[in-house]
């Protein structure tokens, strides 16, 4: 089974930096990701699903082959930048006072990339003409767009 895997998405908060008591230093964000759609009746793209997932990262010490502070560089990661992290699911079991038993799962992350953040954008005609279709239940060949166009739209390229 292969463990490692890579996630992107948005952070609702900024990151935050700790350190054990023995210096290492640890950062934590969250990662937040949704399904979205265009819904035309409000004219604007609405979430459909949405994930919440906690990120840890730590500093790699003495690791001569890559001795970069990743925890520290993440911890200037803020609201609303955009990152892809790398690392694996992990679980974390502990008992309440009450002694009920909890669990959590948590990405420990050994890199993240940010990624470039765009304008939001109305989509363009084509864009709703296939939200709609897909929203009447359409597919690609069947309804409307099996047919061709009746005439080049704008959404054509020129050639």
């Not at 799962?105 to 084509?126: D, H, M, S």
């Amino acid at each position: 089974m292969i463990d490692v895997i890579t996630l992107a998405g948005g952070l609702p908060r900024d990151a935050e930096l700790r350190f054990t008591p023995q210096g290492a230093a640890v950062a934590n964000f969250t990662l937040a990701a949704s399904d979205g759609r265009y819904d035309q009746d409000q004219n604007k793209w609405v979430s459909t699903r949405n994930l919440y997932l906690d990120v840890t990262i730590w500093n790699e010490p003495g690791n001569k082959e890559n001795p970069t502070p990743w925890a520290e560089m993440a911890a200037n990661l803020k609201k609303g930048d955009q990152v892809a992290v790398t690392g694996k699911l992990i679980t974390r079991s502990w008992e309440t006072k009450e002694g009920e038993k909890r669990s959590k799962v948590e990405f420990n992350a050994y890199r993240y990339y940010t990624l470039p953040t765009a304008p939001q954008q109305q989509p363009n005609q084509a864009q709703q003409q296939w939200s709609n279709a897909a929203q009447q239940g359409q597919t690609a060949t069947s309804g409307a767009w099996s047919q061709p166009p009746a005439q080049a739209g704008q959404d054509q390229p020129p050639f």
